[in-house]
Each structure stands twice: as C-alpha cells, then as structure tokens.
C-alpha cells in the first residue's frame, strides 16, 4: 500500500512538473489547483487501519456530499462487522459443540470404566484408563478453544454494538438495523449452545470423570502418564 501511495505521489508529481514547464507560471497555477479535482473524479480514499487506500468508485464525488460520503463509509463499517461476527460466531458455536461432545464421550467412559472395574484384570484397567486420561485431554484442549473463541466473540459483539451505533448517528438507518438484526441473531444462536455446554459441564462435575479416584492413585504412585494428562492448573 505504501509503495502504491509513493508511485501515485510520484505520477501526480511527474504531471505537475509538466504543467509547470508546458505554460506560463499564472496557467499552470490554475491548473495545478484542478489537480485534486482530476484525481478524485476516479478514485476515493478510505482511511482503513490509519493508513489510506485509494478504492475506484463509479458515481462522481461531485453528486455526493460529506454526509452522503459518511453515510456510505459507515455502511461499509457495519458490513464489515457484520462479517466479522457471523465468523466468529460459527466458529464459537463449533467450538462449543465440540467440547459438549468430548465432555459426553469422557462421562460415557468413566461410567463404563466404573461399571466394569470389578471384571477387568489390571491390563485392561490400565489400558481403558489410558483411553480416558486421552479423552480428558481432548476435553482440556477443546475447553480451551471455547475461551479463546470466546475471547474474539466478545470483541466481534463490541465492534458491532459500535458499528451499529455509528451506522445510525450518520444516517445510514437500514445498516444500522441490519447490524443490531446480526447481533440479536449471533447472540441468540449463542446463548443456545451456551445452556447445552452448561448441562454437559454439570454431567462431567457429577460424573467426578476430571477427579476421580483412579486418577489421585495414579498422581500418588508417581505413575508414568504424560504431562499433557496430568490436571489442568
């Protein structure tokens, strides 16, 4: 972007020293001062992250005032929230779905583990428990996208509150209500998942599958399970 600003800089460079050697010094004044003119009837610049960016537009800016011009840019904001949302969104909602199935393979295991134990010889104990302490991990692991997806969830929930405010403070009505629409929406769709996470959180706790028994023996024996099985801090 930068390089593209310099190489713009230098053509408009490069056509005001033509001005200036092709006329009388008062000409080339004027015509310098239609110089901005000449640009803006084919480019627009949006300030995007602090830096600008020249972006092609077909209607003149002539037809357009400064309202007008802030009314699109804030339309252009809510989009790009609305955007940033519906990803975050779908990506928090799978991440849910995908601990709620990993806390429910763990409770399933630790039953049959509990419901078994007297049957199985010390091999097959050890090599169930093996499977559990992994699906104990998978359940660590998955709970710890949820908070990171959370995390970036929250911030998309902000930037469209701000957007959609934004939106209408310029004018632009039909984005700001389709922005506090994608809200309503993600919000809803979320808290859904959300209350099926909690019941499958309140299985685990009953269930004692992330405390149980067999696994303060193991931590007391000092028995060789990988750190990446040992209780999360």
């Given at each position: 972007?930068?390089a593209?600003r ?18 009388g ?21 949006l ?41 975050t ?16 393979v763990l ?13 199985l010889?010390?091999?097959?104990e050890n ?11 998978e ?51 979320v ?23 067999r ?10 399970i990988?750190?990446a099985?040992l209780r999360?801090?």
């Amino acid at each position: 972007m930068a390089a593209y600003r310099r190489k713009l800089f230098a053509a408009g460079l490069s056509y005001a020293v033509s001005l200036l050697s092709s006329g009388g010094s008062c000409q080339a004044a004027r015509r310098l001062v239609l110089l901005p003119g000449v640009f803006r009837r084919h480019w627009r610049t949006l300030s995007v992250t602090g830096a600008l960016c020249a972006v092609p537009f077909l209607q003149k800016p002539e037809n357009l005032s400064h309202e007008d011009l802030v009314r699109r840019a804030s339309s252009l904001v809510t989009d790009s929230a609305n955007t940033f949302l519906s990803q975050t969104t779908l990506a928090l909602i799978d991440s849910f779905t995908g601990y709620i199935k990993a806390v429910n393979v763990l409770v399933a295991l630790h039953k049959r583990y509990e419901a078994s134990i007297s049957k199985l010889t010390p091999e097959e104990e050890n090599a169930i428990w093996k499977v559990i302490l992994g699906q104990r991990q998978e359940v660590i692991d998955r709970r710890k996208d949820c908070k990171h997806f959370e995390s970036c969830w929250m911030t998309a929930i902000n930037l469209s509150q701000q957007a959609a405010e934004a939106a209408f403070n310029a004018g632009a009505d039909q984005a700001s209500v389709a922005a506090q629409s994608s809200l309503q929406v993600a919000q809803s769709q979320v808290e859904q998942v959300r209350q099926l996470m909690l019941e499958a959180e309140i299985q685990l706790k009953d269930s004692k599958a992330e405390d149980s028994e067999r696994l303060q023996v193991a931590l007391s024996e000092d028995e060789d399970i990988p750190d990446a099985y040992l209780r999360e801090d």
